[in-house]
């Protein structure tokens, strides 16, 4: 097997990049109804569970020690799925279908590019420890126009990137004219090139759209200070990466920079290792510990609860900084979706997927663990629906959204 | 969806076929099938499953290992789905998942033999190595040689580059050249990149009496971008530049201009790229002298030309001046360097800089990299061989590893072979590939396999319990492989690492030697494709004797240089940097093949003729130019830059008489209005500041 054939199958490279992927998705009849939530922001965490420790108890009771406890304060606002995939299976199969339905392009993108145009960012992607292995099948979860969208894994870049040189014009002119001038050598460039290349130049001519785009200002904010000093290759600095990463999408939706946002904690066969836990196994591996090691399975549940504790840091953040229209907290129309690639970790399958949905401007009936029977596109239709995106399938799915979830 | 459609359709027409009980017109050539088909894919990527015992033991599709003819019929009788199954295409799927795509050669070598099948009996020639040319392309410098090409232009820190967004790992390869784009975050993150470098780097024009600050920032630019651009500049980029240092100098003064205008290029594709475009006679291309210079200097060195490359380029090469700079750049130690670097990408080593271990402190991470760098170019520098490099009975030690190791003595240090010695005992190596709790035969065998055969692996299939054994002391780690390995749905993937893997057991975790693992006596026989072997001594030899090795280490050292896969014949015990010198004197090195381009219209290989620049306060006069770069008669491309060169910002709009339809135009939207086209801005240059400019490109039918 060649994986460079299998981005060639993934649509990677070549002509057609830059056709708007929502369009087509868009078709009018039957929708169903739709939510008014403002934005969207999606929580990653990798390599599946031990569902015996997840699944709430007698409804939506998170019994102690289980992995889900760390969120009992906010299980009103939360709606717990268990969800199959439409397609794909094992490690990288789930990353890719997990976001996209199992074609195409990310949900965040869809909802990205129907909401965000307007936005100083139309999207922000945040990594925690995603690159190591560089962008692969496995490393990314975010596609757009046939291609990963790269997270930043470096939270001090991201923050310098929405709150440096807030105010200063003279610098922002001077760095237009810079991208001016890249444009005019682009341009030039361009026109050297064949079909195939120069459909690879259009993504440069986006990408510093893109950034002049992202010149345009500070959005709502007063100047929040500085991030500090973060190792972002490290993995004992994970927690304060995480943290921050959550910090900077809080924030910069807060702030009004963009409507969309995704926070990837590691990726699908990610190796890190809880040593802050005491942990010394890595996490890929503690997934597929079996039942008949509990010393390791306990291990592994430490992990998984961790991970819990970072979206409950994440709901905290959006409960307590307020929208900058209404004044109501953040969380009241922000669509969160805890998504993951896999159901039991053990068994590499897409099966019983552990996902969790929080706010969503009143569209989920939340407070409620479920376990589906319409596959997990039919969730992704929800998500944007709950958006005001009238979606009527996603991906290579053809269900509706899954009104059980209303 | 066409595409399915079709296929599917195929396979139906096919199935009726079968009904009829056709029997192949051609023979059941079992020589044939297994050259052609059986070695290239069904063998690789079937057999993980399709055997007895196997995972897909129960579908009607299985292969015997020690019979060829069932082979043979096996795959004949499975025509119909043969294409569909693991292409991902047939409508019930393939429990094995998606293997490869329809462009692949394991798709082409089943093709073949689904023909052969319908009574197709043509034998297509074997597709040999070399032939193929390189397309006609810019590559897209990887974060290592941006970070080595600033340092070079510069002299600042190359690490400048070490935070940039990650790209896409191909095959394990991180210079693939159609995956290596600019994307929002990477193009950010260049902007403050060039703003840094910019910073840091000191800036002396130079100029003399006499001269205008203007001549003399304009002659520090030409020759900035000379370098940077790794070509003379064209009149009108130069101009543009010119113009750009003056609406700074104006504000901020000569350096400052100059500092923005430094800021500026480093963000030009002109620079972000390497061009490799050529110049086309007879529907060939050849590569420019400057290319070539580039393409030389990148491939020897993984930076930008030196002045006397650039120097050798502007004369023009010939044979003889060619060659001389093969030589000068080959017989530098800094092909050393990209011999080291060959061998990291080869054996994935940049994963020492992250993977998780107790114990493993930076101060390690750091001497294990410097370690198996430093035998590299040892070994290279000697003129040595691959099985020089597989043998070394000599290493390189500073006091943190020796101590690590138990070993005395620190620089050049001899060995005895058995305990340490050699490329699969380095601890990089070894470290690079294990677990986070110890050594690891199956990390260990898949390096084995997949680098160092070149021999890809399918994924585990789905809904296979993968659990790793438990660490249960009584047993010693290859016993607990052992014992999950019984499994028979495993191990008919695990046959072909496990018993790799095996061979590397007296090393930990941290590439320590071990007489014992835990209280385990150490059992290091292995075995690869049957042949047994007793530990790394043993497998090295192994190795050193197949030529699937060798080829392999041909072929990484192709696709590291050219950012493309390609194929390579088995070059036997091979000096370490041959390839790269074979594939420099290669005949195709300076062609491409490839699709024209829509215009042609920058000059190259040439310096322009300058007029003297118009100082700080004159603006320039043009407000708006139009070059024909391609004119076919029945239509044209045309490019066309606007500048305001007015005081105060303008929304622009041009109006020229028409000549045709516009049929294709980027960076700018027209209308037609009566006997005239009316050019106006898109969303990002639609406003122009004063002296800002915005370019724009069309094409017309007349």
């Not at chain 1, 910069?252 to 946002?261: I, K, P, R, S």
């Not at chain 2, 580039?294 to 060659?323: H, K, N, V």
């Not at chain 2, 070994?379 to 030690?397: K, N, W």
């Not at chain 2, 110890?438 to 399918?458: D, I, T, Y």
């Amino acid at each position: 097997m060649h994986r460079r054939d299998l981005l060639r199958l993934c649509g990677f490279g070549a002509a057609g990049l830059l056709a708007s992927p929502f369009t087509r998705l868009l078709e009018p009849a039957h929708a169903g109804s739709l939510g008014g939530a403002r934005r969207l922001l999606v929580f990653f965490t990798p390599n599946g569970t031990v569902h015996r420790h997840w699944r709430p108890e007698s409804g939506m009771q998170f019994a102690p020690g289980s992995i889900l406890e760390p969120l009992a304060d906010h299980a009103d606002d939360l709606l717990v799925l268990e969800t199959d995939f439409v397609t794909g299976n094992n490690h990288e199969g789930g990353m890719a279908a997990m976001l996209t339905g199992g074609g195409g392009d990310s949900i965040d993108q869809v909802v990205a590019d129907a909401i965000g145009g307007q936005s100083r960012f139309r999207s922000l992607e945040l990594g925690a420890l995603t690159s190591a292995w560089g962008g692969s099948s496995q490393t990314r979860m975010c596609y757009r126009g046939g291609g990963f969208v790269t997270p930043n894994d470096d939270p001090v870049n991201a923050w310098n990137r929405l709150f440096g040189d807030l105010g200063n014009t003279a610098l922002l002119d001077r760095r237009r004219s810079v991208l001016d001038l890249a444009m005019a050598d682009l341009t030039k460039l361009r026109g050297r090139l064949g079909a195939e290349e120069a459909a690879r130049l259009d993504l440069h001519t986006e990408a510093l759209r893109e950034v002049e785009r992202g010149l345009a200002g500070g959005g709502t904010c007063e100047d929040p200070g500085d991030l500090g000093t973060i190792r972002a290759t490290d993995n004992d600095a994970f927690p304060d990466i995480v943290k921050a990463q959550i910090d900077v999408a809080v924030q910069a939706l807060a702030c009004g920079m963009t409507q969309v946002a995704s926070v990837q904690l590691s990726h699908t066969v990610g190796p890190v290792v809880f040593s802050w836990l005491g942990e010394s196994e890595g996490h890929h591996s503690l997934s597929h510990i079996d039942d008949g090691n509990p010393t390791g399975i306990a291990s592994f549940v430490n992990c998984e609860r961790w991970f819990a504790a970072q979206f409950a840091y994440l709901l905290d953040r959006l409960k307590a900084l307020p929208d900058p229209e209404t004044g109501a907290p953040l969380l009241d129309d922000t669509t969160v979706l805890w998504a993951q690639e896999l159901g039991d970790g053990r068994m590499h399958e897409c099966v019983n997927v552990p996902w969790v949905i929080a706010g969503g401007g009143g569209y989920f009936q939340t407070g409620r663990h479920l376990d589906l029977d319409e596959t997990h596109d039919a969730v992704l239709v929800a998500v944007a629906n709950s958006l005001g995106l009238p979606l009527t399938r996603f991906g290579v799915g053809t269900s509706g959204p899954a009104e059980v979830l209303r | 969806m066409s595409r399915f459609s079709l296929l599917f359709l195929a396979a139906c027409a096919g199935s009726a076929a079968d009904n009829d009980v056709i029997t192949s017109q051609c023979p059941e050539d079992v020589a044939l099938f297994e050259e052609r088909v059986w070695e290239p894919v069904v063998e690789p990527i079937c057999t993980g499953c399709h055997l007895e015992g196997g995972v897909a033991r129960d579908s009607d599709f299985l292969l015997d290992r020690d019979d060829m003819l069932q082979n043979l019929r096996a795959v004949s009788a499975m025509a119909d789905q043969i294409l569909l199954k693991p292409t991902g295409q047939h409508p019930n799927g393939h429990g094995g998942d998606t293997l490869f795509g329809e462009d692949s050669p394991e798709y082409a070598a089943l093709a073949f033999w689904v023909a052969w099948t319908e009574g197709s009996c043509d034998v297509p020639e074997p597709e040999s190595c070399g032939d193929e040319l390189l397309p006609r392309r810019v590559r897209r410098l990887t974060h290592t040689e941006y970070g080595r090409t600033v340092a070079d232009l510069l002299d600042v820190d190359a690490s400048i580059a070490a935070g940039f967004a990650a790209d896409p790992e191909v095959d394990g390869f991180r210079n693939d050249a159609e995956a290596l784009v600019v994307h929002g975050l990477l193009a950010d993150q260049y902007r403050v990149a060039a703003e840094q470098v910019s910073e840091m780097a000191v800036i002396d024009p130079g100029c003399t009496a006499g001269q205008t600050e203007a001549a003399c920032a304009q002659a520090w630019l030409e020759d900035f971008g000379f370098r940077a651009f790794r070509r003379p500049l064209a009149e009108d980029e130069l101009a543009a530049y010119q113009r750009f240092w003056a609406e700074v100098a104006a504000a901020d003064g000569l350096e400052e201009g100059l500092r923005w205008g430094v800021t500026a290029m480093l963000q030009s594709p002109h620079f972000l790229y390497r061009s490799e475009l050529g110049i086309e006679a007879n529907g060939a291309y050849t590569l420019t002298d400057w290319e070539v210079a580039t393409a030389l200097s990148y491939a020897f060195w993984g930076t930008t030309p030196d002045a006397e490359l650039l120097t050798a380029a502007e004369a023009g090469f010939d044979a003889t001046t060619l060659q001389a700079q093969i030589e000068r750049l080959g017989n530098d130690p800094r092909t050393l360097d990209t011999t080291a670097d060959l061998v990291e990408v080869w054996l994935l080593l940049d994963r020492l800089a992250t993977v998780p271990r107790d114990g493993l402190t930076e101060e390690l991470r750091a001497a294990m990299a410097w370690e198996t760098r430093t035998l590299v170019k040892d070994v290279a520098a000697d003129d040595g061989q691959l099985g020089d490099l597989l043998h070394a009975r000599h290493t390189f030690l500073d006091g943190t590893l020796a101590a690590h190791y138990g070993l005395a003595g620190t620089g050049r240090v001899e060995l005895d072979g058995e305990q340490y010695g050699g490329l699969l005992r380095q601890g990089s190596v070894l470290t690079a590939h294990a677990r986070p709790t110890g050594s690891s035969p199956v990390h260990r065998g898949v390096l084995v396999r997949e680098r160092l055969l070149c021999e890809e692996l399918p994924p585990p299939p789905a809904n296979l319990d993968t659990s790793p054994p438990p660490v249960d002391p009584s047993l010693s780690t290859r016993e607990r492989y052992e014992e999950h390995s019984a499994n028979p749905e495993c191990a008919s993937c695990h046959d072909k690492i496990d018993p790799l893997g095996f061979g590397f057991e007296h090393y930990d975790g941290l590439g320590r030697w071990r007489a014992t693992d835990g209280v385990h006596a150490v059992d290091d026989s292995g075995s690869l494709d049957g042949e047994p072997f007793v530990g790394l001594t043993e497998l090295s030899a192994a190795l050193e004797a197949d030529a699937r090795f060798r080829t392999c280490f041909a072929e990484t050292w192709q696709r590291h240089l050219t950012g493309a896969e390609g194929c390579a014949e088995d070059p036997g015990d091979v000096g370490l940097t041959e390839p790269l010198f074979a594939m420099a004197r290669g005949s195709g090195f300076a062609q491409r093949h490839g699709a024209p381009g829509e215009g042609d219209s920058l000059a190259v290989g040439q310096r322009p003729e300058l007029s003297e620049p118009p100082d700080v306060e004159t603006p320039p006069p043009d407000a708006f130019t139009l070059t024909i770069s391609d004119d076919w008669g029945a239509g044209f491309c045309a490019e066309a830059t606007v500048t305001n060169t007015t005081e105060s910002a303008w929304t622009w709009e041009i109006r020229e008489s028409a000549d045709g339809t516009v049929n294709n135009i980027w960076n700018a939207e027209v209308v037609a209005d009566g006997a005239d086209w009316v050019f106006t801005g898109v969303e990002w240059n639609a406003v122009l500041e004063p002296g800002a400019s915005a370019s724009f490109g069309f094409c017309a039918t007349r």
